[in-house]
């Protein structure tokens, strides 16, 4: 049990906490300042990310030896039925409203996908975490939280004009962060 708290714990850092303070700084920023500046911690967002990617893929490749073309088919099939799986909830979606979508449709949307990027982040820190290596794990953990936090600026962001209740800021952040939890239970 020890174990399991600790992994969820671990999730939660990376995870759960950086999205809720990225949605908390995201609507006090939204009410300070103008939207321009949501452009440029995008960009940030970005680069972490793409910096993750990059770095993650060359540990994972080295670490499981990963250089056959059945690893290969399996990542980018997965990759693809998550893309296709978004676009068919998304159809679904609209064409159950036909006549007006919900405003915060895309929000929701937006924290789905987080959610599901982010548990393969959850399935790397626990990997990482099990087989004892602290050092990539904490870098892990330390560069998804960065990344993390500014996902709060782009479930905000999409609601445009209108303003989340309470509630719907609560699920969404567990709909975009619980998933990293998940990662680390599964891979841990």
């Not at 960009?43 to 690893?71: K, P, R």
């Amino acid at each position: 049990m020890e174990i399991i708290g600790k992994l969820i714990g671990l999730g939660a850092i990376a995870g759960v906490f950086p999205i809720y303070l990225g949605i908390a700084l995201a609507l006090v920023i939204a009410k300070a300042m103008s939207r321009t500046w949501e452009g440029y911690l995008t960009g940030i967002a970005t680069g972490v990310l793409v910096y993750l990617f990059f770095d993650l893929m060359h540990e994972a490749v080295e670490f499981t030896g990963a250089t056959d073309l059945l690893s290969w088919i399996a990542f980018l099939g997965s990759l693809l039925i998550g893309f296709v799986g978004l676009v068919l909830i998304e159809q679904r979606q609209q064409s159950r409203n036909r006549t007006e979508p919900s405003k915060l449709f895309l929000p929701y949307m937006i924290a789905l996908g987080m959610g599901l990027h982010n548990l393969g982040e959850g399935l790397a820190i626990g990997a990482a975490y099990m087989q004892g290596e602290w050092v990539l794990s904490g870098v892990l953990i330390m560069g998804f939280a960065l990344h993390n936090g500014t996902e709060g600026f782009a479930i905000i962001g999409s609601a445009g004009k209108s303003r989340p209740g309470l509630k719907d800021i609560i699920m969404m952040g567990l709909l975009a962060g619980l998933p990293t939890c998940l990662g680390t239970l599964i891979s841990g």
